[in-house]
Structures are given as structure tokens and as C-alpha cells.
Nanobody, 118 residues
Framework: QVQLVESGGGLVQGGGSLRLSCAAS????????VGWYRQAPGKQREWVAE???????NYANSVRGRFTISRDTAKNTVYLQMNSLKPEDTAVYYC????????????WGQGTQVTVSS
């Protein structure tokens, strides 16, 4: 089973940038799409962005225009470039590999903390 490992989180000032990485232990085409989610303290996990197997990117309204999802298929890695960060972007960020089969569970990484100071 392909596993996912996130990295790149950290502490940044408001207005700054970070780039998160989601590295797959096998081919990212093992998934129908790879997405980023985030969970802030006391809140439910929310979807941030996804890139489909065909390379189509979709974004939540809250991050559209500030975040960019991309991939490097040779490295089996999906990235989330985050610009113009706001304190409300503070959360643990997770990547998720979406299973082709509805009967099979999706694959989650362990998460990486992003903290944006005001």
C-alpha cells in the first residue's frame, strides 16, 4: 500500500509563504487524486485543494488565489505552495490519496503543523 508523508510545515509571519510537500512511497497515480486538508484546534478537518489524476486543480474558496497545488510525477510528490498566509490558516495540514474504489479506504499522511503569527 502506498503511504504518504507530509513535510514543510513551520512557523511563519502573516503575509509569508510556505511550501508543503506530500511524498508518496509509490506512484501518485495509485490514487485518483491527491488532496490537502487542514484541521485547526477545535474545528473539523476541512478540504483545501486537490489535484486529480488528470492534473486538474481545485481549491476551496478560502484559499483560491493564495495557494497553489502542483505535482512532480517523477518524484511522486504533491506540493502545496501557500502565499499571503493569514493567522486563520494556522492548522495541521494533511494530504490524502483518494482511492479509486469506493470500497477501499483513502490514504492519509500524518500531518504537518503550520502556524501563522499575526
Amino acid at each position: 500500500q502506498v503511504q504518504l508523508v507530509e513535510s514543510g510545515g513551520g512557523l511563519v509571519q502573516g503575509g509569508g509563504s510556505l511550501r508543503l510537500s506530500c511524498a508518496a512511497s509509490g506512484s501518485i497515480f495509485s490514487f485518483s487524486g491527491v488532496g490537502w486538508y487542514r484541521q485547526a484546534p477545535g474545528k473539523q478537518r476541512e478540504w483545501v485543494a486537490e489535484i486529480t489524476g488528470g492534473g486538474i486543480a481545485n481549491y476551496a474558496n478560502s484559499v483560491r488565489g493564495r495557494f497553489t497545488i502542483s505535482r512532480d510525477t517523477a518524484k511522486n510528490t504533491v506540493y502545496l505552495q501557500m502565499n499571503s498566509l493569514k493567522p486563520e490558516d494556522t492548522a495541521v495540514y494533511y494530504c490524502k490519496g483518494r482511492s479509486f474504489a469506493t470500497t477501499r479506504a483513502d490514504t492519509w499522511g500524518q500531518g504537518t503543523q503550520v502556524t501563522v503569527s499575526s
